[in-house]
């Protein structure tokens, strides 16, 4: 994956879709189906007891020195964090000959970065070896017409004309590719270059943690930044942290790069990025439980213009209770995703109104469905014991199934043996929900989907019982972006100056992407961030001098 997921979907000659194949459905090994309050253990609120004011809101947090400090660094650079970004940065700057600590709040290298399969590139001498050849200019086209033109040119032209240069820098810092390049299954282009083994944690992270340290950069683990040292003149210093035993350390630095891996796992700063508190309490969380918003925080205390309203959230569809697979062959029904994604259904609102084409997860944008359910209250899939049939023919596929809905019946999937007993049985209007289900069934039989376009493979009939309803959660996984940064990877203030020796690289500062995540070019969000950590790290060599 990148730092998500993808779902495809295949369609035979006779217009039926097979069931769904997935891949890398499992996070740095940590593809545990975690609750929210689970997920969010050791993420405090940005201001802790005063969630409501508006220093909270804002993700603020305090730049006052700590009481005590029980060890005192002086380094070049410090970078927070030790994920896909934190280690480009940390090579790029130790390669740089600038003294380098990585601080990392857990146990090892890797964060959501682990887990992912690959990353973008466009003209590397893999694909020039598969004969792939893929025109950069109908990417930047692409992504920016599909931004409506409101993401920055100037950052993807910046990462499309890089890539290949970025690859070619991975493998001489021993970074192990498959081989394979290809679109990922569902992308437009064939720019995805799968990591040794398909995982960062085989083919990126080991090597990339040896390269750095052999350039002589230092790594803290379990020690988290805790807030920025800012001069009387406004300049960025150095970081305090604070370790796991409860130790302080004061990080003098001439710049501080954070890559912190965004704010996936707060959810006082999750609203600001767009995600409705009723998604917050139900979604299922597969982000690293240590990606707690530390950059984002601690870039507000400096100053920082937010990026976060205009963040995008990288989340799928799902079934609360349906189990996660962690390791292949990944079942079509993981998560509940392909019953919810692969089409053949009926979704509907807290209204039993019917409000999208419940295709757009194959045809469109894998991230799309989970941003068009967050304008609901609540949103339901609606199918029937034929779609069950069809997506569990596989025996092992079959017994997850029954498990399942053994575990999940009258929680969050209701059966019926009509319509009407449906709507009763999980509170939606009765006579709308029946209204609904006619409406559709007649776009079926006339081939046509008068409502919303849906092609016409996909439209299949909700005609025999038993009848099924399932809510709709979010597989919350990422948000891209929250600090405000410039092609420099600076950060930038309220009136979009640089801030003086900060930088934020990766899910910290990325900006390709305006609300949406739009999952056409496949690795990009990785690519995005080995870019902008090689990128902070050279400007704040410049910086520095």
């Not at 975690?34 to 007891?49: H, I, Q, V, W």
């Not at 003086?500 to 305006?514: Q, R, S, T």
Request: glycine letters at 12%; charged letters at 20%; a negative charge.
């Amino acid at each position: 994956m990148e730092e998500s997921f993808e779902l495809t979907g295949r369609i035979e000659e006779a217009g039926r879709p097979q069931p769904l194949s997935r891949r890398g459905f499992m996070l740095g090994g940590a593809a545990l189906g975690l609750s929210m309050a689970a997920a969010l253990a050791g993420c405090g609120s940005p201001s802790d007891g005063d969630a409501g004011n508006s220093e909270a809101e804002k993700g603020a947090a305090s730049t006052d020195a700590p009481a005590t400090v029980d060890e005192t660094l002086d380094v070049d650079v410090v970078v927070v964090g030790a994920g896909i970004a934190g280690l480009s940065a940390a090579v790029q700057a130790s390669e740089e000959g600038l003294a380098t600590l990585v601080l990392e709040k857990a146990t090892a290298a890797g964060g959501n970065g682990a887990g992912t399969e690959g990353i973008f590139g466009v003209g590397s001498s893999l694909q020039k070896g598969l004969n792939i050849d893929v025109d950069p200019v109908e990417i930047v086209r692409t992504e920016l017409e599909e931004s409506q033109w409101r993401s920055s040119g100037a950052l993807w032209y910046d990462l499309v004309s890089h890539s290949a240069e970025n690859i070619a820098w991975l493998q001489e810092n021993g970074v192990e590719f498959s081989g394979v390049v290809d679109n990922y299954g569902s992308g437009l282009f064939e720019t995805m270059h799968w990591w040794k083994d398909n995982a960062g944690a085989v083919g990126y992270v080991p090597p990339m943690q040896a390269a750095a340290e052999a350039n002589g950069a230092e790594f803290r683990f379990s020690t988290g930044a805790t807030s920025l040292v800012i001069g009387e003149d406004g300049a960025v210093r150095g970081v305090y942290a604070q370790t796991d035993d409860g130790k302080t350390l004061q990080v003098n630095a001439k710049a501080v790069i954070l890559a912190s891996g965004g704010i996936g796992a707060n959810r006082e700063l999750l609203p600001q990025a767009g995600m409705p508190e009723a998604a917050i309490d139900e979604m299922i969380v597969m982000c690293v439980p240590t990606v707690c918003g530390d950059g984002f925080t601690m870039a507000s205390a400096a100053g920082c213009k937010s990026y976060l309203p205009n963040a995008s959230i990288q989340a799928f569809t799902a079934i609360e209770g349906f189990p996660m697979d962690t390791e292949p062959p990944y079942s079509t029904l993981n998560c509940g995703s392909g019953i919810v994604s692969c089409g053949l259904n009926i979704w509907v609102d807290q209204d039993a109104n019917r409000f999208t084409d419940e295709s757009i997860s194959l045809t469109f944008n894998v991230a799309t469905p989970a941003i068009t359910c967050m304008g609901n209250k609540e949103s339901y899939v609606i199918f029937n014991q034929a779609l069950l049939d069809m997506l569990s023919q596989d025996p092992a596929d079959k017994e997850y199934l029954d498990a399942a809905l053994a575990e999940t019946m009258g929680k969050s999937i209701y059966e019926a043996d009509t319509i009407e007993a449906l709507g009763e049985a999980c509170g939606l209007p009765v006579e709308t929900l029946k209204e609904t289900v006619e409406m559709y069934n007649g776009f079926c039989r006339d081939g046509f989907d008068g409502q919303f376009g849906k092609p016409k493979e996909f439209l299949s009939e909700l005609a025999q019982p038993p009848f099924y309803a399932a809510k709709i959660s979010n597989l919350f996984i990422v948000v891209d972006g929250g600090i405000a940064t410039n092609i420099r990877a600076e950060v930038l203030d309220g009136q979009q100056n640089p801030i003086p020796g900060l930088y934020a690289a990766g899910l910290d500062g990325a900006m390709l992407w305006h609300n949406v995540y739009t999952q056409n070019m496949p690795g990009t969000c990785v690519g995005n961030n080995v870019h902008t950590g090689r990128v902070a790290a050279m400007n704040a060599k410049a910086y520095i001098g």
